[in-house]
């Protein structure tokens, strides 16, 4: 069974930054493709980043590319999602998420999920 616990989210103003981190229980870490997915009021879950096995491929939802960047740590079984310039819109509870399948996590069918951190953005 694999957990996944998020930290650091919270309130910040507009145009700054937050690092979200999610751990990973377990030692088979760095045999998951990770993930970050959010959701604001009245919305649908959308996709955020994913990484893969090794950290060398990337990918990120058209609102925040250029802004966030998703890093892993197999040393340390964390990701992280590493947010600038934030925008009000950027407002939701994000969620980390993992599976061994690239193409569950980027579909948001992964098997595993974290309860979440509310990042809240200021204007």
């Known amino acids: 069974q694999v957990q996944l616990v998020e930290s650091g989210g919270g309130l910040v103003q507009a145009g700054g930054s937050l690092r979200l981190s999610c751990a990973v229980s377990g030692r088979t870490f760095s045999t998951y493709v990770m993930g970050w997915f959010r959701q604001a009021p009245g919305k649908e879950r959308e996709f955020v980043a994913a990484i893969n096995w090794f950290g060398d491929s990337t990918s990120y939802g058209g609102s925040v590319k250029g802004r966030f960047t998703i890093s892993r740590d197999n040393a340390k079984n964390t990701v992280y999602l590493q947010m600038n310039s934030l925008k009000p819109e950027d407002t939701a509870v994000y969620y980390c998420?993992?599976?061994?399948?690239?193409?569950?996590?980027?579909?948001?069918?992964?098997?595993?999920w974290g309860q979440g951190t509310q990042v809240t953005v200021s204007s």
């Open positions: 998420a993992a599976d061994r399948s690239l193409p569950r996590v980027l579909a948001g069918t992964n098997d595993y």
